[in-house]
């Protein structure tokens, strides 16, 4: 196999290469989505998570909705959505993300929430909800569900993916060696157990991680293999990008031609599909994996 450099040496690790840069928010298509988010009241990972992809996928119409609030449960140190012991829970919300769905006009909606572990059922009657009332809605829409960790409530997951959503998601985010330090609340198994119990129910089942965070080429291709082996049909690999200061430092910067090399390798391994690029999110183009 062609041994690429992972790290771009020539850029310093605060200076962003020149492949990370993004278009500016700009258009009609960005004014709508923007008004719906408003006016229904609704959070987007695509601003909570400042997703260096918002003046593509909003200049096209279209947004990731993040539901069940917009404050998490969790610290992940790689994560900007802010943390704390939520206050909302808005039995509005599925109906408005409904609305707001049409009237995007999207053929593919991606959801995703926030982790609510003080939740017994960890938010999934709200997810159940709002994926029923997005298919009441838009029954053309097909809908991606990008699920938090439920620490083990199978009971939970269950409920939430049972509403007929066509895939649902759940990322690993990094390597194994790395989640004491970017996901100290989760652990790898039991998210690839996860993932495994998914896909006993049928679904089409999808994972991303982050790469920049530290993690060899090894680490890489043994999560491609850890995945498969639990049943993950789709991967998405991108760059991490540091959000504030205070999270977690960018370990290198990895070249586009190594994103290549691990799409290669993922597909020869047995992915359906490998989005693999600098800017590629678990919710970036993602109608292409259906
Ligand atoms: S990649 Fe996902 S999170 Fe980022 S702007 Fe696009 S839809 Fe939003």
Redesign the pocket.
Known sequence: MLELPIVDKKTPRNRKPDWLRVKLPIGENYKKVRSLVDKYKLH???QS?N????G???GAG???FMILGNTCTRSCSFCAVKTGRPSEYDEDEPRRVAEATRLMGVKHA?ITSVNRDELKDRGAEIWYQTVRAVKEQSPETTIETLIPDVRGNWEALERMISAGQEVVSHNMETVRSLYRKVRPQAKYDRSLEQIQRTKAYGKRTKSGIMVGLGEKDEEVFAIMDDLLAHGCDVLTIGQYLQPTKMHLEVASYVHPDKFAEYHEVGMAKGFDFVESGPLV????H?ERHL
């Open positions: 987007t990972i695509c998570g997703c260096p992809n918002m593509e996928c909003w279209t947004a990731t991606v999110r678990s919710s970036y993602a």
